[in-house]
Nanobody, 117 residues
Framework: QVQFVESGGGLVQPGGSLRLSCAAS????????MGWYRQAPGKQRELVAA???????NYADSVKGRFTISVDNAKNTVYLQMNSLKPEDTAVYYC???????????WGQGTQVTVSS
């Protein structure tokens, strides 16, 4: 089992920045990838960014060039740096981890990000 503690969400004005953190604990040795998903009201959950244990990353087209995912292995923490935020980035953001490509077996509780003036 893997557990997460997420932090960093909040209210920010358009054009602003936030950094989300997800501290993981538990059985991390077999984790292949970690990612951030988001879900806006009335919409399906979507993958925002992911990083593998080899350091490969991928991003949703809507956030490329604005968001950066990174990992601090010493702290077992994954980050999502979000810059140039837009109102359409408003959603609940979830940290997730999985044992194989494209599958996520463990989920965080979610943190709210609201972009509004």
């Amino acid at each position: 089992q893997v557990q997460f503690v997420e932090s960093g969400g909040g209210l920010v004005q358009p054009g602003g920045s936030l950094r989300l953190s997800c501290a993981a604990s538990g059985s991390l040795r077999s984790i292949y990838a970690m990612g951030w998903y988001r879900q806006a009201p009335g919409k399906q959950r979507e993958l925002v960014a992911a990083i593998t244990n080899g350091g490969s990353t991928n991003y949703a087209d809507s956030v490329k060039g604005r968001f950066t995912i990174s990992v601090d292995n010493a702290k077992n923490t994954v980050y999502l740096q979000m810059n140039s935020l837009k109102p359409e980035d408003t959603a609940v953001y979830y940290c997730a981890a999985g044992h194989s490509t494209g599958t996520y077996d463990y989920w965080g509780q979610g943190t709210q990000v609201t972009v509004s003036s």
